[in-house]
């Protein structure tokens, strides 16, 4: 009996320190704005309110096309001779009649999201030097993330975790990461979170690719419903064989870069879930490297 409960007490425990996260759904919200201006802004308001410093690291886009100049949003936690990144992208697109998406799903609820495992991790002792990086124009390219990845900071990076993509549903999926530190940091993470992690070895494109392309161990995670991970699975790697109907087109892809990335797709729960697992992730990723 006594056993029995010390187990009660010790969850108790640790149920109380789980992180809670308050205004979730606000703070998505704010980023819904006409232009990338108005998000950029919403982004440096939140970070203040969180205590949390920040640098602007202004990036020229060298795209015909695109606005000449991004700004990507770098949050540094601690020190240590190589970095451990954690990243969202902040930009979202327009539509052909020259309106801003209102960018909930596709990105905003992934930002409030690494800014939340931002403010955990501020008070972690680990053995890397933490960048949280929120990237500008990955709508027009990856450009942010291939403007960093380029710069005086790449060759310093261990691992990149990046978030694209987690607003709704409880079921995580990853791309597939290549490098075996990473892949066993990314299961010891998701058991940690207790709960089942699927891994796309064909993951759908985002910033994560502009560190592939050096050579960088990383990953991506995003968080959906699992009938609609099941079905993007087979969508992205199951070719041919998928069993899916003839012209079928995952459900996600009707909702990002559209009209319908609204707030009304938003379940502020998936957005802390995804924070908490970011927490880990980083977690494991440096205890691992």
């Known amino acids: 009996m006594r056993r029995f409960l010390s187990a009660v007490v010790a969850g108790v425990l640790a149920l109380s320190c789980t992180p809670a996260f308050a205004g979730t759904k606000e703070d998505v919200a704010s980023f819904v704005k006409p232009d ?12 203040k309110r969180e205590g ?4 602007i ?6 795209k015909k096309g695109a606005p ?7 949050i540094t936690l601690g020190k240590g001779d190589k970095d451990i990144l954690l990243t969202a992208h902040y930009d979202a697109v327009f539509l052909r009649d020259g309106r801003m998406v209102e960018g909930v ?3 905003a609820a992934s930002v409030v999201a690494v800014v939340q495992a931002a403010k955990v991790l501020k008070g972690e002792t680990l ?3 933490i960048r949280i990086i929120l ?11 291939h403007a960093y990845a380029a710069g005086p900071d790449g060759g310093r990076v261990a691992a990149v975790i990046n978030f694209d993509v987690n607003a709704f549903g409880d079921t995580p999926f990853f791309a597939t990461p290549k490098d075996p530190a990473l892949a066993s940091a990314v299961r010891k993470a998701c058991a940690k979170v207790d709960v089942d992690c699927v891994s796309f070895p064909k993951y759908p494109p985002s910033d994560h690719l502009a560190f592939r392309a050096k050579g960088i161990p990383e990953t991506s995670f995003s968080i959906m419903g699992a009938k609609d991970v099941h079905q993007l699975w087979l969508f992205a790697n199951a070719d041919k064989d998928s ?29 802390e879930l995804a924070a908490r697992l970011a927490v880990e992730l980083v977690k494991a990723a440096d205890a691992a490297k």
């Open 243 to 271: 069993g899916l109907a003839e012209g079928f087109i995952p459900s996600v892809f009707k909702t990002i870069h559209s009209e319908g990335d609204t707030m009304a797709a938003l379940d502020p729960k998936t957005v």
């Open 52 to 55: 949390l410093p920040y640098e």
């Open 135 to 145: 990237f500008d124009q990955e709508e027009l390219g990856l450009l942010g993330a």
């Open 127 to 129: 053995n890397h030097r």
């Open 68 to 74: 000449a100049k991004g700004y990507n949003v770098v």
């Open 36 to 47: 990338q201006a108005g998000r950029l802004a919403a982004l440096e308001a939140l970070l």
């Open 105 to 107: 799903v596709d990105n």
């Open 57 to 62: 690291q202004t990036f020229e886009s060298g």
